[in-house]
């Protein structure tokens, strides 16, 4: 992988749905796992959802099961999180990453990254 571009972020009410994208331009996008970050400003940086090489093992945060859905379009290079019922504390930036083979929970085992795309639900 050599670069993440993350797209369709931006405003929408709570309640409303918004769908992220991540192009990956790279030979190796079939061997990552991908996975969604999110950081608010003086907030720490939270895993978001992952996805494995394969896409038969997802995780989710707690704060975000029920409620987001994440998958990959290998033969496009993109990854999508889906997010349903959003809410004003979903409000953040953004981040793609991505690592060789399985998920983590570390952001800080991912070696790639996007630039970010901002999410923001007014209430």
């Known amino acids: 992988l050599a670069q993440l571009v993350e797209s369709g972020g931006g405003s929408v009410q709570a309640g409303g749905s918004l769908r992220l994208s991540c192009t990956a331009s790279?030979?190796?996008?079939?061997?990552?796992?991908m996975g969604w970050f999110r950081q608010a400003p003086g907030k720490e940086r939270e895993g978001v959802s992952c996805?494995?090489?394969?896409?038969?093992?997802?995780y989710f945060a707690d704060s975000v099961k029920g409620r987001f859905t994440i998958s990959r379009d290998n033969a496009k290079k993109t990854l999508y999180l889906q997010m349903n019922s959003l809410e004003p504390e979903d409000t953040a930036m953004y981040y793609c990453?991505?690592?060789?083979?399985?998920?983590?929970?570390?952001?800080?085992?991912?070696?790639?990254w996007g630039q970010g795309t901002q999410v923001t639900v007014s209430s």
């Open positions: 990453a991505a690592r060789l083979w399985d998920c983590s929970a570390r952001g800080a085992d991912f070696e790639y």
């Open positions: 790279g030979p190796t996008f079939d061997y990552a796992a």
């Open positions: 996805i494995n090489w394969k896409g038969d093992s997802t």
